[in-house]
C-alpha cells in the first residue's frame, strides 16, 4: 500500500474517516501557512476552516468538496479550528468541532447538515459541558452515541479539576504540564454520551480509564503509554478498541474493553513515529479490509504545523491485536 499523501493541493491532518453511502468521508483539520513560532501550546496550528474529502475506493481519486465551514461561521469560537469529527444519525450529519471560545478555553461544538460533505450550519454556542480537544463521535450497534474527547498541554486537559462533582477550569495549569512522579496516575481521556439528537451530552462528562496488563491505571510517567491527546473508538469482534496518540513519544497505541465507558486494557501499539511532532489517526472498515488514516509531514519537509493525510491497511490477529498489513 502506497504512503503518498493522498490530497496534495492543501495541507490537511488529523484524518477522521467515516464510511457514509457506501464512500469513505475524510473529516480533516486544514493547516494554513503561518509565522506563529513553534510552542509547546501549539499556537502555530492555526486552522479557520473546513473541508470534507470523499473516495469511493482506497486507490481511487480523492474528491474535495471545498470548505464546509469557517471560524466565522461558528459563533462562539475565537480561533483555531482544530481536529474535527463526524457522525450520522436521524437522517443528519454531525460535525464535531473544538475551538477556542472568547475566554481562550478550548470548547467543542457541533454543526449539522443533510448531506455527508456538507456544508454544515454550526450551532449558536458550544456543547455544554464540553471541553479540551480532538473529539471523536461513536455510534454503537444498539444506536446509543458517545463523544470521546480530551488532549494536554495546549489541548488543556490538565486544567480541568473536580470540585464538588463539576469540572472546574484552573488557567494557571495552561501549558505543558501534567501529572509526574511516583504513583502518580496519567490524565484520563473523557467520554459522555450524546444525547438522541446529537447535539449535546445526555450524561455527565466521565474519565476513561486505560489500565495496564495487571489492571492497574497507566502511569503518569509511563509516557509510551499513557494517553495524550487523538481520541477514537472503534468496534471489532464484539469489542471495543480505543486508539491514541501518546503525544511526546509520538506513538499511536490502541486498548481493548467490554463497554464503550471502559475500563480498556492496554494492547500495544500501530503506528511508530511519523516525520513531524504529531500523530492523529481515525480506523475504519471499507471493502471488507481495515484502514489507519493518518498525517505526517512528509510533503512539507517536516514542517510541523503543515501536514498530510495518508493510509494503510492494518489487520487483526487471532487475540484481537492489530498490525500494519505491508
Given at each position: 500500500?502506497?504512503?503518498?499523501?493522498?490530497?496534495?493541493?492543501?495541507?490537511?491532518?488529523?484524518?477522521?474517516?467515516?464510511?457514509?453511502?457506501?464512500?469513505?468521508?475524510?473529516?480533516?483539520?486544514?493547516?494554513?501557512?503561518?509565522?506563529?513560532?513553534?510552542?509547546?501550546?501549539?499556537?502555530?496550528?492555526d486552522m479557520v476552516d473546513y473541508h470534507v474529502f470523499?473516495?469511493?475506493?482506497?486507490?481511487?481519486?480523492?474528491?474535495?468538496?471545498?470548505?464546509?465551514?469557517?471560524?466565522?461561521?461558528?459563533?462562539?469560537?475565537?480561533?483555531?479550528?482544530?481536529?474535527?469529527?463526524?457522525?450520522?444519525?436521524?437522517?443528519?450529519?454531525?460535525?464535531?468541532?473544538?475551538?477556542?471560545?472568547?475566554?481562550?478555553?478550548?470548547?467543542?461544538?457541533?454543526?449539522?447538515?443533510?448531506?455527508?460533505?456538507?456544508?454544515?450550519?454550526?450551532?449558536?454556542?458550544?456543547?455544554?459541558?464540553?471541553?479540551?480537544?480532538?473529539?471523536?463521535?461513536?455510534?454503537?450497534?444498539?444506536?446509543?452515541?458517545?463523544?470521546?474527547?480530551?488532549?494536554?498541554?495546549?489541548?488543556?486537559?490538565?486544567?480541568?479539576?473536580?470540585?464538588?462533582?463539576?469540572?472546574v477550569f484552573d488557567p494557571a495549569r495552561i501549558g505543558?504540564?501534567?501529572?509526574?512522579?511516583?504513583?502518580?496516575?496519567?490524565?484520563?481521556?473523557?467520554?459522555?454520551?450524546?444525547?438522541?439528537?446529537?447535539?449535546?451530552?445526555?450524561?455527565?462528562?466521565?474519565?476513561?480509564?486505560?489500565?495496564?496488563?495487571?489492571?492497574?491505571?497507566?502511569?503518569?510517567?509511563?509516557?509510551?503509554?499513557?494517553?495524550?491527546?487523538?481520541?477514537?473508538?472503534?468496534?471489532?469482534?464484539?469489542?471495543?478498541?480505543?486508539?491514541?496518540?501518546?503525544?511526546?513519544?509520538?506513538?499511536?497505541?490502541?486498548?481493548?474493553?467490554?463497554?464503550?465507558?471502559?475500563?480498556?486494557?492496554?494492547?500495544?501499539?500501530?503506528?511508530?513515529?511519523?516525520?513531524?511532532?504529531?500523530?492523529?489517526?481515525?480506523?475504519?472498515?471499507?471493502?471488507?479490509?481495515?484502514?489507519?488514516?493518518?498525517?505526517?509531514?512528509?510533503?512539507?519537509?517536516?514542517?510541523?504545523?503543515?501536514?498530510?493525510?495518508?493510509?494503510?491497511?492494518?489487520?487483526?490477529?487471532?487475540?484481537?491485536?492489530?498490525?500494519?498489513?505491508?
Amino acid at each position: 500500500m502506497s504512503t503518498f499523501p493522498l490530497i496534495n493541493h492543501i495541507y490537511t491532518a488529523d484524518p477522521s474517516a467515516h464510511v457514509f453511502n457506501n464512500k469513505i468521508y475524510i473529516y480533516p483539520s486544514h493547516d494554513r501557512e503561518t509565522d506563529i513560532q513553534f510552542n509547546d501550546n501549539g499556537d502555530q496550528y492555526d486552522m479557520v476552516d473546513y473541508h470534507v474529502f470523499s473516495m469511493e475506493s482506497i486507490s481511487g481519486p480523492v474528491t474535495d468538496h471545498g470548505v464546509v465551514l469557517s471560524l466565522t461561521d461558528v459563533p462562539w469560537a475565537s480561533k483555531q479550528l482544530w481536529a474535527p469529527d463526524a457522525a450520522t444519525k436521524n437522517g443528519k450529519y454531525y460535525l464535531y468541532l473544538p475551538a477556542r471560545d472568547y475566554d481562550g478555553v478550548f470548547r467543542i461544538g457541533v454543526a449539522v447538515a443533510e448531506r455527508p460533505e456538507g456544508p454544515f450550519r454550526a450551532e449558536k454556542s458550544f456543547i455544554p459541558g464540553s471541553y479540551s480537544i480532538d473529539p471523536a463521535s461513536f455510534v454503537d450497534e444498539d444506536g446509543t452515541a458517545y463523544l470521546y474527547f480530551g488532549g494536554i498541554w495546549g489541548g488543556q486537559l490538565q486544567c480541568w479539576l473536580k470540585d464538588g462533582g463539576e469540572w472546574v477550569f484552573d488557567p494557571a495549569r495552561i501549558g505543558p504540564q501534567e501529572p509526574s512522579g511516583p504513583g502518580q496516575i496519567a490524565l484520563h481521556p473523557r467520554v459522555a454520551q450524546l444525547r438522541g439528537d446529537m447535539l449535546g451530552f445526555e450524561t455527565p462528562v466521565r474519565e476513561l480509564e486505560i489500565l495496564d496488563e495487571n489492571g492497574s491505571p497507566i502511569q503518569a510517567d509511563d509516557h509510551e503509554r499513557r494517553f495524550f491527546e487523538a481520541s477514537w473508538m472503534h468496534k471489532y469482534n464484539g469489542k471495543y478498541y480505543f486508539s491514541y496518540s501518546t503525544g511526546d513519544t509520538h506513538y499511536i497505541a490502541y486498548a481493548v474493553g467490554e463497554s464503550p465507558w471502559g475500563p480498556f486494557r492496554y494492547r500495544g501499539r500501530i503506528l511508530e513515529p511519523v516525520l513531524g511532532w504529531t500523530t492523529h489517526h481515525s480506523i475504519v472498515e471499507f471493502g471488507g479490509r481495515w484502514w489507519i488514516f493518518f498525517h505526517d509531514c512528509e510533503l512539507s519537509k517536516g514542517v510541523n504545523h503543515l501536514r498530510s493525510v495518508k493510509v494503510r491497511e492494518i489487520g487483526y490477529d487471532v487475540t484481537g491485536g492489530i498490525s500494519l498489513v505491508d
